[in-house]
C-alpha cells in the first residue's frame, strides 16, 4: 500500500480478529464493516488502504462496531496519542488463541465468552480474580451486553468480594 495509515495498518490487523477477514476465501470484511457501521463500502475501503483518513463520526462508528471507545480510535488513528486522553492501549502480538489457564477463570465468566479484549484482563498481573471479573463486567455492563439480571447478580457478588478484600473482611457478616 502506498500511503499507510496508522488505522489502516490497525484495521488490517485488527478485522480479521474481530471477525472482519480482508484475505482469503472468506474475505468481505470490508463490506460487512462497512454495513455494520453505516459508512459508505467505497470510505470503508479507502480507510483500509490507507488511501483516506477517516472522519471523526466514522471512527465512533468503527469503534462501536469493533468495541473500542472514541478514546481509543483517536489513538489507533494517530491522532492522539495514550496519554492525550488518559486511553490504555493494548497491543498485543498474541493470537486470539491466547491460552489462559482455566483454573484463573471463575465460573461466573464463561472461558469461552472471553473476547480478546477480556482476556488481555485475565493476563493483567496486577489484578486478582475477583477484580479481573469485576472489571470484564463492568465493560459488558457499559457495552450493553450483561443486561439480564443473572448478569447483574454475578457483578454485585464479583464487587462484594473486592470490597470485602479491600476492607479485609474475611469472614462477611449472614443476613439474620
Not at 17 to 31: D, H, K, N, V
Not at 117 to 126: C, N, Q, S, T, V
Not at 139 to 150: E, F, H, M, Q, S
Amino acid at each position: 500500500m502506498a500511503d499507510e495509515t496508522p488505522l489502516a495498518l490497525w484495521l488490517r490487523t485488527e478485522m480479521p480478529r474481530r471477525g472482519y477477514p480482508i484475505e482469503g476465501p472468506r474475505a468481505g470484511g470490508i463490506t460487512r464493516l462497512a454495513d455494520d457501521a453505516g459508512i459508505s463500502r467505497a470510505s470503508m475501503s479507502r480507510i483500509v488502504a490507507g488511501r483516506a483518513d477517516a472522519s471523526i463520526e466514522a471512527l465512533r462508528k468503527i469503534g462501536q462496531v469493533l468495541g473500542y471507545t472514541l478514546g481509543d480510535m483517536l489513538v489507533y488513528a494517530g491522532y492522539a496519542e495514550p496519554d492525550d486522553l488518559n486511553v490504555i492501549v493494548i497491543t498485543s502480538t498474541a493470537s486470539d488463541d491466547t491460552a489462559i489457564p482455566p483454573a484463573a477463570v471463575p465460573p461466573t465468566v464463561s472461558l469461552p465468552d472471553l473476547e480478546p479484549w477480556e482476556r488481555h484482563i485475565w493476563l493483567a498481573p496486577d489484578l486478582t480474580t475477583p477484580e479481573k471479573e469485576v472489571a470484564i463486567l463492568l465493560i459488558r455492563l457499559r457495552r450493553g451486553t450483561l443486561n439480564d439480571d443473572a448478569g447483574l447478580l454475578r457483578l454485585y457478588h464479583a464487587l462484594g468480594k473486592v470490597v470485602e478484600h479491600r476492607l479485609g473482611i474475611e469472614d462477611p457478616p449472614q443476613a439474620v
